[in-house]
């Protein structure tokens, strides 16, 4: 089974600032990667699918980008409302396995 | 607007089985799978495993011989069996819904605890 690597699992980053997170496939998934965002005591949210395609409502400093195995989520201009856990999933078949997820903070 | 409402028991013991139901509010039932997801309390988020309308499965491979998922398309509701449960069992379970974008619709969740 294809497994998910997110990197880091925690980052703390300014208010204003860009925060990358990258996600790695043990195997190729083509595009088929699915970013979320969780914030405290919520239920997840979809952020990204097709690994770059914003889904309607996420502001534009959400971005993601990648294929094959690397895969990145780029927050531009973190927000204090950004503080979340973020989560990488493939989609495309089961097991629909996610990365063990990014702690993101404010300093 | 999809909504998925879900419901069952919130406190088990050992060697009991889970079991929750996950009914699905507007939108086309046909042509999507239809998830269950865990999450432990502090930790990351676990896909248990899928049923479609036609009631093809799929489960997680460390699950997969406590796990049985059904699903009801009379009244689109779909459930989950989780066998011998212990502690480490204790999670949020969310039921969901996946299509061709990603887990694009999530249930509430449901806190079940596994406790003697």
């Known amino acids: 089974d294809i497994q998910m690597t997110q990197s880091p699992s925690s980052l703390s980053a300014s208010v204003g600032d860009r925060v990358t997170i990258t996600c790695r496939a043990s195997?190729?998934?083509?595009?088929?990667l699915a970013w979320y965002q969780q914030k405290p005591g919520k239920v997840p949210n979809l952020l990204i699918y097709?690994?770059?395609t914003l889904q309607s409502g996420v502001p534009s400093r959400f971005s993601g980008s990648g294929s094959g195995t690397d895969f990145t989520l780029t927050i531009n201009n973190l927000q204090p409302e950004d503080v979340a856990t973020y989560y990488c999933?493939?989609?495309?078949?089961?097991?629909?396995?996610f990365g063990q997820g990014t702690k993101v903070e404010i300093k | 607007q999809v909504q998925l409402q879900q419901w069952g028991a919130g406190l088990l013991k050992p060697s009991e089985t889970l079991s929750l139901t996950c009914a699905v509010f507007?939108?086309?039932?046909?042509?999507?799978?239809w998830t269950w997801i865990r999450q432990p309390p502090g930790k990351g988020l676990e896909w248990i495993g899928e049923?479609?309308?036609?009631?093809?499965?799929n489960y997680s491979p460390s699950l997969k011989s406590r796990v049985t998922i059904s699903v009801d398309t009379s009244k689109n509701h779909f459930s989950l069996k989780l066998s011998s449960v212990t502690a480490a069992d204790t999670a949020i379970y969310y039921c969901?819904?996946?299509?061709?974008?990603?887990?694009?619709?999530w249930g509430q969740g449901t806190l079940v605890t596994v406790s003697s």
């Open positions: 097709g690994a770059s």
């Open positions: 507007s939108g086309s039932f046909s042509g999507f799978n």
């Open positions: 999933q493939k989609y495309y078949s089961a097991p629909r396995t």
């Open positions: 049923i479609n309308d036609s009631g093809k499965t």
């Open positions: 195997q190729g998934i083509s595009n088929s």
């Open positions: 969901a819904k996946l299509g061709v974008i990603g887990t694009e619709y």
